[in-house]
T-cell receptor, first 111, second 115 residues
């Protein structure tokens, strides 16, 4: 089963620009997380925002969470070629310790 | 090195054959998860373990799939009588507590190609 829906499905931007990805989910959550996946590899945890938080920063990453709209956004500022990857939002649901992933946004940074 | 080793990294098999994937966390972790990921999609939850106990199986896991974690450390995922639709990346992950929240650490995955 998949919980989140990322938008857009694919995004191409010039190096140095900012990239914004959005995620919507369906159920009540403990927290929402973003993961990155380079082609053919496993996922790497990037950042987590708790359900009682509205915004979180980590380096060039900024995450927002709106629990009333059940949505989140991930902003990557000053993008670099190395940011080319797929990005997934994932929700940690209240009822158990399953972490459910969305379908992802494929980000391509153009040189 | 993520702390989760998966083997084999890539398996090519003919339809109808059985395959087994192994996941080895580098250290002891209570919770271990299996996900399946097809091209262009996000990881789909298959099953997870609390030590040796299998807590939940997704409806995606047909009777041809079985997972074990006999000693609460490594885990195996077996697929019997493989079908072409089983072609996917099979990801193993362990649950870590980071600042009081659950975070997954993934292995590099085992890619299955069924011909």
């Amino acid at each position: 089963s998949q919980q989140g829906e990322e938008d857009p499905q694919a995004l191409s931007i010039q190096e140095g620009e900012n990239a914004t990805m959005n995620c919507s989910y369906k159920t009540s959550i403990n927290n929402l997380q973003w993961y990155r996946q380079n082609s053919g590899r496993g996922l790497v945890h990037l950042i987590l925002i708790r359900s009682n938080e509205r915004e979180k920063h980590s380096g060039r990453l900024r995450v927002t969470l709106d629990t009333s709209k059940k949505s989140s956004s991930l902003l990557i500022t000053a993008s670099r070629a190395a940011d080319t990857a797929s990005y997934f939002c994932a929700t940690d649901e209240f009822r158990d310790d399953k972490i459910i992933f969305g379908k992802g946004t494929r980000l391509h940074i153009l040189p | 090195d993520t702390g989760v080793s998966q083997d084999p990294r890539h398996k090519i098999t003919k339809r109808g054959q059985n395959v087994t994937f192994r996941c080895d966390p580098i250290s002891e972790h209570n919770r271990l998860y299996w996900y399946r990921q097809t091209l262009g999609q996000g990881p789909e939850f298959l099953t997870y373990f609390q030590n040796e106990a299998q807590l939940e199986k997704s409806r995606l896991l047909s009777d041809r799939f079985s997972a074990e974690r006999p000693k609460g450390s490594f885990s195996t995922l077996e697929i019997q009588r493989t079908e072409q639709g089983d072609s996917a990346m099979y990801l193993c992950a362990i649950l870590l507590r980071v600042s009081g929240a659950n975070v997954l650490t993934f292995g590099a995955g085992s890619r299955l190609t069924v011909l």
